[in-house]
C-alpha cells in the first residue's frame, strides 16, 4: 500500500472542497474539463510572425492559426509554410489579394472589395483554398478570415458569406468580443475576435480573464509580433503564452479545433 502524506492529503480534501467548480467542468462546454477556450490567429502571413511568434509558440507548446494571403506563400518561402504545418500549426485562408474596403487609403485601385463580383471572388476563394490543401490543409476542414473583417463586396456592399460557407468549415470576423456558448448559438461564418494588434499585455490578460470567467472562447487576432505592421511587443506576446500555459483551465486549441468542437457540441 502506498502511503499518503498528511500533505497530500490535505491538498485532497482541498481539491474536493473547490469541487464544484469541477464538477461544472466535467459536465461543461469544452473538453477534458477545460473551463474556457483561447484561439491564438495571426494574420497576413508576416515575417515576424516566422522570426518571433513561431518560436514562441513552440516553446510553450501552443497551436496557432495562421490566416495567410496570397496562396499562402506571399510573403513566406515554402520551407517556412512547411515548417508551420510541421510544427502543428492551423494554415488557413485570406483570399489572394486581400480586398479591403475602398475606404482604406492603402487600398490598390481595382482591388477593393467593391471592385469584386461573385465570380472574382469565387475564382480567388478556389485558389486560396486549393492552395491550403496542396499545403496539406484537409479541404473538409480548412478556415477562414475575411480579409479587414469585410463580409461584403460590390457596390452594392452585398455578403459573401454564402460563397465562403460552400467553401470552407468556419470563419473569423473582425468584430470585436468573444463568445460565450451559454448563451447562444454561435454563428461559426462570423466568429468574433479580439484584436491583440498594438495592445498591451494587461488587455491581453484582461480579455482571458473575462472569457475565463463566463466560459468562453475568445479569438485573438495578432498581426506583427515583435515588427511589422499593427504589432503587439515579442515580450507582451511571450508573456501572454507563458500564462496561457501556465493555467491548467483553459483549452488553447486551433480556430478549426474551437470551430470543430462548436459545431460538435451545437449538434449534438
Ligand atoms: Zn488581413
Not at 24 to 38: H, M, N, Q, R, S
Not at 183 to 201: F, N, P, S
Not at 232 to 247: G, W, Y
Amino acid at each position: 500500500m502506498s502511503v499518503i502524506s498528511k500533505s497530500t492529503w490535505i491538498a485532497f480534501v482541498a481539491l474536493l472542497i473547490a469541487a464544484p467548480s469541477m464538477a461544472a467542468a466535467e459536465d461543461g462546454f469544452w473538453p477534458e474539463g477545460k473551463t474556457y477556450c483561447v484561439t491564438l490567429t495571426y494574420d497576413d502571413g508576416i515575417r515576424s510572425q516566422i522570426d518571433h511568434a513561431l518560436p514562441q509558440l513552440k516553446a510553450a507548446k501552443l497551436k496557432g492559426t495562421f490566416f495567410c494571403t496570397g496562396g499562402a506563400t506571399y510573403l513566406w518561402s515554402q520551407e517556412e509554410v512547411d515548417r508551420i504545418r510541421e510544427e502543428g500549426h492551423e494554415l488557413a485562408g485570406h483570399t489572394i489579394l486581400h480586398p479591403c474596403a475602398r475606404k482604406y487609403d492603402w487600398v490598390k485601385p481595382g482591388n477593393a472589395a467593391e471592385d469584386y463580383d461573385d465570380a472574382r471572388m469565387a475564382k480567388e476563394l478556389d485558389e486560396n483554398l486549393a492552395n491550403l490543401v496542396s499545403n496539406g490543409v484537409k479541404r473538409e476542414t480548412a478556415t477562414f478570415a475575411y480579409p479587414c473583417g469585410g463580409t461584403t463586396i460590390g457596390e452594392d456592399n452585398h455578403s459573401y458569406i454564402p460563397m465562403v460557407k460552400e467553401r470552407f468549415f468556419a470563419a473569423r470576423t473582425t468584430r470585436n468580443g468573444f463568445h460565450v456558448p451559454e448563451e447562444g448559438k454561435i454563428d461559426l461564418y462570423e466568429v468574433k475576435t479580439v484584436a491583440g494588434d498594438q495592445r498591451d499585455l494587461a488587455y491581453q490578460l484582461s480579455q482571458v480573464t473575462a472569457a475565463r470567467e463566463k466560459n468562453g472562447w475568445v479569438v485573438f487576432m495578432f498581426h506583427g509580433v515583435g515588427g511589422d505592421h499593427l504589432a503587439i511587443s515579442a515580450e507582451d506576446h511571450k508573456e501572454l503564452l507563458r500564462f496561457l500555459q501556465n493555467d491548467d483551465n483553459v483549452w488553447v486549441a486551433t480556430f478549426q479545433e474551437a470551430a470543430a468542437w462548436v459545431k460538435s457540441k451545437q449538434e449534438g
